[in-house]
């Protein structure tokens, strides 16, 4: 079992406020991954991470913000929620020598 | 360039009945290729990978997939349908040791009793 949390799990929440959706991994992983899923649809990289103090943006442009300032911990944030931010997000974490990455429960977001 | 193409979108099968998921990728290296299995509000779990070892891959819960070069293809089996086994399933291909991963489209599989 992975143990690759994420919180909340669900999240409504008004447009323009602040968020920040929590990730944490106990396995002592080095890269980090965030993922957008719309319903029924494929997921999208948003963000991963190679190890602290390193961030990089994946194929999908998001005005989402990361930051890993402690191998464990990978949280993303969005200044000001709008409507089209509405969508599943999925962290996963990788041992930087294997392939396979280990997916969190995710956060479903609906901003209204 | 990788992609991966997952060429169902929707299978439906009678528990007790063989299972066929059928996943083609192009890459231009030799990747890696998975399957995930997603159940409903739930993360994403690993259920095989191949990384250039045996072409025929085990995973857990009685899948395996096969990996043919010649075909560039990953498809996933079981010999014998599972109610619990109704679930989104995702193909990936990877560059080995890299951040490049992309994801299949998905393929929905419905188990009728």
């Known amino acids: 079992e992975a143990d690759i949390y994420q919180t909340p799990r669900y999240l409504v929440i008004g447009t323009g406020k602040k968020i920040t959706l929590e990730c944490s991994q106990t396995m002592g992983h080095d890269k980090m991954y965030w993922y957008q899923q719309d319903p029924g649809m494929e997921l999208h990289l948003i963000h991963y991470?190679?190890?602290?103090?390193?961030?990089e943006k994946g194929d999908l442009s998001s005005e989402s913000t990361v930051s890993r300032i402690r191998t464990e911990h990978f949280p993303l944030t969005l200044e000001s929620a709008r409507p089209s931010h509405t969508s599943q997000y999925l962290c996963?974490?990788?041992?930087?020598?294997?392939?396979?990455?280990?997916f969190g429960p995710g956060t479903r977001l609906t901003v209204t | 360039a990788q992609s991966v193409t997952q060429l169902d979108s929707h299978v439906s099968v009678s528990e007790g009945t063989p299972v066929l998921l059928r996943c083609n990728y192009s890459?231009?290296?030799?990747?890696?290729l998975f399957w995930y299995v997603q159940h409903p509000n739930k993360g994403l779990q690993l259920l095989l990978k191949?990384?250039?070892?045996?072409?025929l891959v085990k995973g857990i819960n009685g899948f395996e997939a096969e990996f043919k070069k010649s075909e560039t293809s990953f498809h996933l089996t079981k010999p014998s349908a599972h109610m619990s086994d109704a679930a989104e399933y995702f193909c990936?291909?990877?560059?080995?040791?890299?951040?490049?991963?992309?994801f299949g489209a998905g393929t929905r599989l419905f188990v009728k009793a």
């Open positions: 996963a974490s990788s041992d930087g020598r294997r392939d396979e990455q280990y």
């Open positions: 991470s190679y190890g602290v103090n390193s961030t």
């Open positions: 890459s231009s290296y030799s990747p890696s």
């Open positions: 990936v291909v990877s560059e080995t040791g890299g951040f490049k991963t992309i």
């Open positions: 191949y990384t250039s070892a045996a072409t």
